[in-house]
């Protein structure tokens, strides 16, 4: 049986740690900078200064986030077991009265908690200065967008954290790590767009959908744009993803199971 108190302890030191260091604050003030930057000054290519509209402003931060946040969360977490166990640490923390599943909860939990704080407190100081330009719906996207976020970066701490309970040493995990970032920001999307053009276009009306629901940052992509149809209309997505994939509850279920599912693979390999 799961101990949820031994859960909170790990989870409450990992994220002291992180507040010890000022890792928090270095990144909360890292997302305001950046989304004040792209929210007021994201149009001046085009002669303008200052906020637009919501939905180019959430379009411009949603391209922030997919590269920043899954980066910042696997440097977070590459080393959350291994580090423990190049240290002669672990070891020690397995002879107390806590289970592998639980150790592995609580260093999850924390460092979930770590990053959930930095992305609310820097985007959340850019949106109460938003709340003065804009309506309660889109705050509503506002906030949507803030809580996607978060499920980004919980997923890509899941990812680092199977990488870290599989790697030897450090230096693998973080070279995996790196892997992993290029392969779900970088190289995916890529790939599939290599195929689609090479194919005319034939792929993606059955198989293309699916295939951007195995990537993360695709579904986060896809939670935050898709329902607002000029940028639906402007990135495309409208002639090769269903409306019917489109729910937001089926995404982010499925964001959810991309947390759950990297953390099973890390304790069955823990074990």
């Given at each position: 049986m799961i101990e949820f108190a031994q859960i909170r302890t790990i989870a409450a030191k990992e994220f002291r740690d992180r507040i010890r260091n000022r890792w928090v604050i270095a990144v909360a003030a890292i997302f305001t900078l950046f989304a004040l930057a792209i929210t007021y000054f994201g149009a001046a290519q085009q002669g303008e200064v200052g906020f637009r509209n919501i939905?180019?402003?959430?379009?411009?931060?949603?391209?922030?986030?997919?590269?920043?946040?899954?980066?910042?969360?696997?440097?977070?977490?590459?080393?959350?077991?291994?580090?423990?166990?190049?240290?002669?640490?672990?070891?020690?923390?397995l002879s107390m009265p806590i289970t592998r599943l639980e150790l592995l909860l609580g260093k999850f939990a924390g460092l979930s908690l770590a990053l959930a704080s930095s992305t609310l407190a820097g985007f959340g100081l850019v949106g109460l200065l938003l709340a003065r330009q804009t309506d309660s719906t889109a705050l509503y996207h506002y906030a949507g967008f803030m809580l996607s976020a978060i499920l980004l970066g919980m997923v890509f701490l899941s990812l680092a954290v199977m990488v870290s309970v599989i790697a030897k040493d450090r230096a693998r995990a973080s070279g995996a790590a790196i892997a992993v970032w290029f392969l779900f920001v970088l190289v995916y999307d890529l790939g599939l767009l290599g195929v689609l053009v090479?194919?005319?276009?034939?792929?993606?009306?059955?198989?293309f959908p699916v295939l951007l629901l195995l990537n993360p940052a695709d579904i986060?992509?896809?939670?935050?744009?898709?329902?607002?149809?000029?940028?639906?209309?402007?990135?495309?997505?409208?002639?090769?993803?269903?409306?019917?994939?489109?729910?937001?509850?089926?995404?982010?279920?499925?964001?959810?199971g991309w947390i759950i599912a990297p953390l099973a693979v890390a304790q069955w390999r823990f074990k």
């Open positions: 939905e180019f402003t959430i379009a411009s931060l949603v391209s922030l986030v997919i590269y920043l946040i899954p980066l910042i969360a696997l440097i977070l977490g590459y080393d959350a077991i291994v580090g423990e166990r190049e240290r002669g640490s672990l070891d020690l923390l090479l194919s005319g276009g034939t792929f993606g009306e059955a198989l986060f992509r896809l939670l935050n744009i898709f329902n607002m149809q000029d940028l639906k209309n402007f990135y495309g997505l409208a002639t090769v993803f269903p409306a019917s994939l489109s729910n937001p509850w089926l995404l982010g279920s499925m964001m959810v």
